[in-house]
């Protein structure tokens, strides 16, 4: 989709809509200046494993595209192991995978040049993406006013962050933390991942490997309290089933 007004852009924000592509949205207002009246954000959510993060990026889809809003879901290593974004309970929406060779930006150049609308990305399990893919997305709102909505883990099995987390911590217009609780066994409010290995806690080893928090290997996590965490103590669950 290449104009001869596209020869000097003095900035990279979407391309108008097509008449009567979306009466609904409005086109980005801008002032004298040329800055976007209404400034696209990035936003980081984060939270422990359980804590309802995959739900609430598909439904922060859902209310955007009922408004008329069209954007892209994106996700890495989601525990379904497909190119989709799946909820604990339940939901599963369609999603593209990134991985360390997909450039944001250029994701949503070629959905334009293909005539199709992005007005924010979902991205889900951020904690997982790279740095740079971070600073893809402050670009994406900086300069191609696109909104970013990012989800995932804070640290790692560890209790460290996770350095696309520490970076979106460092850029993000928001930050915060999802709100519903995840109880550790003993009742306190689960904060950490643990890293679950022949029914013990684990603090040595790659800093991503994928498992649930359910009892499907040799390997799991387990959310627990910041003493619990430290203390290695899992509680009086049971040990992982022998096979
Ligand atoms: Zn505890």
Redesign the pocket.
């Known amino acids: 989709m290449t104009t001869a007004d596209d020869a000097t852009p003095t900035c990279l924000a979407r391309p108008l809509r097509a008449p009567g592509e979306n009466p609904v949205a409005c086109v980005v207002a801008r002032g004298v200046d040329g800055r976007p009246a209404h400034a696209a954000a990035l936003r980081f959510y984060w939270g422990p494993m359980d804590c309802g993060k995959s739900t609430m990026a598909l439904q922060m889809n859902h209310n955007h595209s009922r408004q008329g809003r069209r954007g892209l879901v994106t996700t890495r290593i989601d525990r379904s192991l497909g190119p989709q974004v799946t909820s604990r309970i339940g939901l599963a929406h369609e999603a593209i995978e990134i991985t360390d060779e997909v450039d944001l930006r250029a994701l949503v150049r070629n959905a334009w040049a293909d005539g199709v609308r992005v007005d924010y990305l979902i991205c889900d399990e951020a904690s997982f993406y790279s740095v740079q893919h971070v600073e893809q997305m402050a670009e994406l709102v900086d300069s191609y006013d696109v909104d970013v909505y990012a989800f995932g883990l804070a640290t790692d099995f560890r209790s460290c962050l996770f350095p696309a987390a520490q970076r979106l911590f460092e850029l993000a217009d928001s930050v915060a933390r999802i709100q519903v609780e995840v109880l ?3 009742g ?1 409010e689960g904060l950490l991942n643990a890293r679950v290995a022949g029914g013990r806690v684990v603090r040595e080893g790659e800093q991503v490997v994928i498992g649930d928090t359910v009892d499907t290997g040799d390997l799991r996590y387990q959310v ?2 910041r ?2 965490h430290r203390a290695g103590d899992l509680g009086p669950r049971p040990a992982i089933a022998e096979g």
Do not use: D, E, I, V
């Open positions: 550790c066994w003993c306190r627990l309290c003493r619990h």
